[in-house]
């Protein structure tokens, strides 16, 4: 899997928009871009993933650098509730090698 | 559904003994797997099995087996404990192995705190 980089903290006020960077300089054609996270003490959880288009889901929204080099995780009106780990994981969409890689992520803290 | 469940929620251990960390699911997952947390660290992927019948290892498999006896069921078995496997240990199911679909979401369990003396 190629590796990511993330910014190891950041802060958010309520009710803004949280903007999570990542970069997976090495992504090869074939990976996805994941976006997990993790609230204190609980397992992880499954935001969205991309290929190379934009995505939107209920939770949240990715985009995607036109060369993949990069990626963001936008949560568009950050909660208290949305203090958590994330985790950016790049992944092969098939075959025995999909299992998900974790690195340290990065600890978002929502402040009121 | 109850999704991924782990039993028990927290277990204490001393140096030698052994014991089966509980994984269970009711989605009828193809794929479930075993990692575990150390403090401050990412989850780390202990094994793996793609089905029935098959399992093979992670990144650090040593000290621990698995088996898969049925679709539901993925325990993990600590042989001889050892204050090293001081960790919280997650299981993890997702649907698809084969690549039918891209949206292969993984569900985790709560997790299992486990403490060895």
């Known amino acids: 899997d190629a590796k990511t980089t993330q910014p190891t903290s950041m802060d958010c006020a309520e009710g803004r928009a949280a903007n999570l960077p990542c970069n997976h300089s090495?992504?090869?054609?074939?990976?996805?871009v994941y976006w997990y996270r993790q609230i204190h003490s609980q397992g992880p959880q499954y935001i969205i993933h991309g290929l190379k288009n934009n995505e939107t889901n209920e939770m949240a929204s990715l985009i995607i650098t036109e060369d993949r080099k990069s990626s963001t995780l936008i949560l568009p009106h950050a909660t208290l509730r949305d203090t958590a780990v994330y985790y950016c994981?790049?992944?092969?969409?098939?075959?025995?090698?999909?299992?998900?890689?974790f690195g340290s992520g990065t600890q978002l803290t929502v402040l009121p | 559904n109850a999704g991924v469940t782990q039993t028990p929620k927290f277990q204490v251990l001393k140096t030698g003994q052994s014991m089966t960390l509980q994984c269970a699911q009711d989605m009828n997952h193809e794929y479930m797997s075993w990692y575990r947390q150390d403090p401050g660290m990412g989850l780390r992927l202990i094994h793996y099995s793609v089905g029935a019948g098959i399992t093979d290892q992670g990144e650090v498999p040593n000290g621990y087996n698995v088996s898969r006896s049925t679709t539901e069921d993925f325990p993990l078995r600590l042989l001889s404990a050892a204050p090293s496997q001081t960790s919280v240990y997650f299981c993890?199911?997702?649907?698809?192995?084969?690549?039918?679909?891209?949206?292969?979401?993984?569900?985790f369990g709560p997790g299992t705190r486990l403490t060895v003396l």
């Open positions: 993890a199911s997702s649907y698809s192995t084969s690549g039918r679909t891209s949206t292969d979401t993984q569900y």
């Open positions: 994981i790049v992944r092969p969409r098939s075959g025995s090698a999909r299992q998900l890689t």
């Open positions: 090495t992504i090869s054609g074939n990976e996805y």
